[in-house]
């Protein structure tokens, strides 16, 4: 008895469908995944903040990166960073707590030679607008001080004849967003204390 081609084909046909649909839905899963790990690592809830995060490249490894997106704003302000200025930051980041050779550290060298994109500080400044989120006293205390200490950089280059217009600008969106994560603060539930 002759096998019927055409059923053959059609069989082929739908089990390469159906197996299209599962690898479509194992990287949805994945995704998914990374960007819970990703949220539990940066203590940040926002879904969309999350995907723009993951979108310039942050994953488990280079997370510890992302406190210095205002710092790196501030410094590319006016177009390109010294060598002093990088060298500065990476040590500032080393007492941060990123170690030199680790894929945060490393991801900030790149950032202080290639300037990171605009939507980065945008994911940035949205998530400082809902009150700098972190679930952990720790973590918010964390993203507070590495934007004073971005501010105090920006001031420090006003001080020494630095003023552009563009600085000023940048400068006023990270106040802004301070403001307004304080607001938010200030306007949401207090947490339980333990």
């Known amino acids: 008895m002759q096998a019927n081609p055409l059923g053959q084909r ?5 089990e390469m469908y159906f197996r299209k649909r599962e690898e479509e839905n194992l990287r949805k899963r994945i ?4 960007r819970r790990s990703l ?30 997106v205002p710092l790196l704003e501030l410094v590319w302000a006016e177009g390109e960073v010294d060598k002093d200025e990088r060298r500065l930051i990476l040590d500032f980041a080393h ?13 900030l060298e790149t950032w202080l030679t290639r300037r990171p994109s605009r939507a980065l500080f945008e994911a940035w ?4 607008m ?28 006003q001080a020494h004849g630095s003023s552009s217009r ?24 207090q947490e339980a204390v333990a």
Not at 10 to 14: P, Q, S, T, V, Y
Request: proline content about 2%.
């Open 10 to 14: 059609g069989r082929a046909l739908e």
């Open 31 to 34: 995704a998914a995944n990374k």
């Open 39 to 68: 949220g539990n690592l940066l203590q940040i809830d926002d879904a969309e903040v999350l995907d723009s995060l993951m979108e310039a490249g942050f994953n488990e490894h280079n997370h510890a990166a992302f406190d210095f």
């Open 95 to 107: 007492s941060f707590g990123l170690d030199p050779g680790s894929a945060a550290f490393s991801l």
């Open 125 to 128: 400044r949205m998530l400082a």
């Open 130 to 157: 809902q009150g700098l989120r972190g679930r952990e006293l720790g973590q918010r205390a964390r993203r507070s001080w590495a934007v004073t200490h971005a501010l105090a950089v920006a001031r420090s280059r």
């Open 166 to 189: 563009r600085l000023r600008d940048v400068v006023a969106e990270i106040e802004a967003a301070q403001r307004a994560g304080a607001e938010a603060i200030a306007q949401a539930p």
